[in-house]
């Protein structure tokens, strides 16, 4: 059962345009999301996160947008450059026995054509 | 500042083999995980630890042992490889919980 999923395996967008990668979970209790970037042959880096008592976080050209009642966030980044091209994972957790577990979602291939 | 560093980078192992995949860390962190990701999924968490000679079962533990005797080295037991364990394994750590996580590069692991 996926409590995390990302329903678009790729998405193709221009350089200088808007990239919308999009994230939706079960878990009602999910109370903290991450977004990770992901490289090949590299570990994923830690790109945005956002509480459950926002529903708007940004940094820089990164904005995570949160709709707890639909269960969906969503990354945006404005606008996108060639070297955005990686993998892009959301992680949901809650705390469970006073630690925050992650569960991840499969991933979204972005590639950003010059 | 180094971060964290996983070794091997690869291995192949016949099955029945056992193994350990080193992970270190130099940000004096206090929570480690080991996490495995199969081809088009996402990371799932094997085990994790809170803090030296603390540790305890993620979401796929069976197959798999840690120990966690010092708060820098989280090392990750195979103890009778099988096919199912190929995969990349990834380490992390992170200085509180909810935090995020800092990764190593991986350790690409094949079981024939």
């Known amino acids: 059962d996926q409590q995390v999923k990302q329903n678009s395996p790729s998405l193709s967008v221009q350089e200088g345009r808007i990239s919308i990668l999009n994230c939706d979970y079960t878990n009602s209790m999910f109370d903290y999301f991450l977004w990770y970037k992901k490289y090949p042959a590299e570990g994923p880096t830690f790109l945005i996160s956002?509480?459950?008592?926002?529903d708007k976080n940004e940094d820089g050209r990164f904005t995570v947008f949160l709709n707890k009642s639909a269960k969906h966030l969503s990354l945006h980044i404005v606008p996108s450059q060639p070297g955005d091209s990686a993998v892009y994972f959301c992680?949901?957790?809650?705390?469970?026995?006073?630690?925050?577990?992650?569960?991840f979602g499969t991933g979204t291939r972005l590639k950003v054509l010059a | 500042n180094a971060g964290v560093t996983q070794t091997p980078k690869f291995r192949i192992l016949k099955i029945g083999q056992s193994m350990t995949l080193q992970c270190t860390q130099d940000?004096?962190?206090?929570?480690m995980y080991w996490y495995r990701q199969d081809p088009g999924m996402g990371l799932k968490l094997i085990y994790y630890s809170v803090g030296a000679g603390i540790t305890d079962k993620g979401e796929v533990p069976n197959g798999y042992n840690v120990s966690r005797s010092t708060t820098e080295d989280f090392p990750l037991r195979l103890e009778l490889a099988a096919p199912s364990q190929t995969s990349v394994y990834f380490c992390a750590s992170s200085y509180s919980t909810g935090l995020n996580q800092f990764f190593g590069p991986g350790t690409r692991l094949t079981v024939l």
């Open positions: 956002i509480s459950s008592i926002k």
């Open positions: 992680a949901a957790s809650a705390v469970t026995s006073g630690t925050y577990k992650y569960i």
């Open positions: 940000m004096n962190h206090n929570y």
